[in-house]
């Protein structure tokens, strides 16, 4: 099992992350954080997972160990598989997925890709006390949330997520409303 790897970013592309050790380079699944915080040409640390099947080989990668926990408590939940969970963690965060599970948050979890209603319900069922011990600050979640909004408002405006995501990750956000947040990229993009 894979469980860390040091790569370079060679490339970011719409779904996949081309990485880069030694010379092989290898196509990826990222997370929220890999999207928003990583840049092409540099070398990082990243935790992974590599799913194995019948049909396919895939790694996912992470930035944070925490994300990489969510995901693989997120694709034992029954009908969701290791696909529905990188999409997951891909559009949100690992810390506002685990904020939404505990505060059971079904109209939230309900709009997030591959997960309806029932899902959601199975979501918090299984996952419920998976994440008691993970706390985050008021300060964190809400900046988290406002960086979500932002990029959703901006991929409508007909933007690119890696593009929008370079344009965060170079930003200052600390204390910026969703608004503020919309303002500042939309003058760098």
């Excluded at 600050?137 to 933007?159: D, M, Q, R, T």
């Amino acid at each position: 099992m894979i469980r860390k790897i040091k790569a370079i970013i060679e490339d970011i592309e719409d779904e996949i992350v081309l990485i880069k050790f030694g010379n092989i380079t290898l196509e990826a699944y990222p997370s929220f954080k890999v999207l928003q915080n990583l840049k092409v040409g540099e070398e990082y640390d990243l935790y992974a997972f590599l799913e194995t099947n019948e049909w396919n080989t895939s790694l996912y990668i992470f930035k944070e160990k925490i994300e990489r926990d969510v995901f693989e408590s997120l694709k034992k939940v029954s009908k969701i598989g290791p696909r529905t969970a990188a999409k997951i963690l891909k559009k949100i965060s690992a810390d506002i997925l685990i904020n939404m599970i505990n505060l059971q948050d079904l109209d939230g979890l309900s709009k997030l890709p591959g997960i309806g209603r029932k899902t959601a319900e199975r979501l918090i069922s299984e996952l419920s006390n998976a994440f008691q011990d993970v706390k985050y600050s008021p300060e964190e979640v809400l900046l988290n949330i406002n960086v979500k909004e932002a990029i959703e408002a901006l991929e409508a405006l007909g933007f690119q997520r890696y593009d929008i995501l370079k344009v965060i990750n170079d930003t200052e956000l600390k204390n910026m409303k969703t608004e503020d947040i919309i303002k500042v990229c939309l003058t760098k993009l």
